[in-house]
T-cell receptor, first 113, second 114 residues
Framework: DAKTTQPNSMESNEEEPVHLPCNHS???????IHWYRQLPSQGPEYVIH???SNVNNRMASLAIAEDRKSSTLILHRATLRDAAVYYC??????????????FGEGTQLTVNP | KAGVTQTPRYLIKTRGQQVTLSCSPI?????VSWYQQTPGQGLQFLFE???????NKGNFPGRFSGRQFSNSRSEMNVSTLELGDSALYLC?????????????FGSGTRLTVV
């Protein structure tokens, strides 16, 4: 699996936007970019995914660089409930021998009241 | 709709014993994956099942095994438990074995080996 690089930690204030970066310089053409987050004492939660175009859903937005070597997860207005570890993961959609998620260390997001 | 259900939530076992964990995926989901999470190693993939067949396996010893039933429910078994097996074991389900969409995780089973 192609590797992703994320900052270990980031801090934000409540109700402010948060931009969580992810570098994936070895991404292949069939790799989707997925973001998951893990709140304390819970399993990971799917946030958003994309291939080439920017994506929006009710939880967040995903901005993908034109060369696809980096992406940014955007939380438009952080709340205390958004404090979690955020994982950026690449998934090869054409993998035929099954599929797995390769988690890195992720970014610990702290949201200050 | 009901999420991914893992049972039990907490478990304490003694070294040398064996343990079986259960996972019920979201209705209609045919792919079930298992992950181990420890403070030192983070989240690591154990194996994936699709339509009762193991399609992918992580780098874990043979003491770790699993199976999937015809109703897509899955179990994982760890034999001859070691202290290092203490971890949060997470199950995730998705519609297909390899699609571009997301997995839904359960809340996990916290296994403590003493």
């Amino acid at each position: 699996d192609a590797k992703t690089t994320q900052p270990n930690s980031m801090e934000s204030n409540e109700e402010e936007p948060v931009h969580l970066p992810c570098n994936h310089s070895t991404i292949s053409g069939t790799d989707y970019i997925h973001w998951y987050r893990q709140l304390p004492s819970q399993g990971p939660e799917y946030v958003i995914h994309g291939l080439t175009s920017n994506v929006n859903n009710r939880m967040a937005s995903l901005a993908i660089a034109e060369d696809r070597k980096s992406s940014t997860l955007i939380l438009h207005r952080a709340t205390l409930r958004d404090a979690a570890v955020y994982y950026c993961i690449l998934r090869d959609v054409e993998e035929t021998s099954g599929s797995r998620l390769t988690f890195g260390e992720g970014t610990q997001l702290t949201v200050n009241p | 709709k009901a999420g991914v259900t893992q049972t039990p939530r907490y478990l304490i076992k003694t070294r040398g014993q064996q343990v079986t964990l259960s996972c019920s995926p979201i209705s209609g989901h045919r792919s079930v994956s298992w992950y181990q999470q420890t403070p030192g190693q983070g989240l690591q993939f154990l194996f994936e099942y699709f339509s009762e067949t193991q399609r992918n396996k992580g780098n874990f010893p043979g003491r770790f095994s699993g199976r999937q039933f015809s109703n897509s429910r899955s179990e994982m078994n760890v034999s001859t438990l070691e202290l290092g097996d203490s971890a949060l074991y997470l199950c995730a389900s998705s519609l297909h074995a390899a699609d571009s969409y997301g997995y839904t995780f359960g809340s996990g089973t916290r296994l403590t080996v003493v």
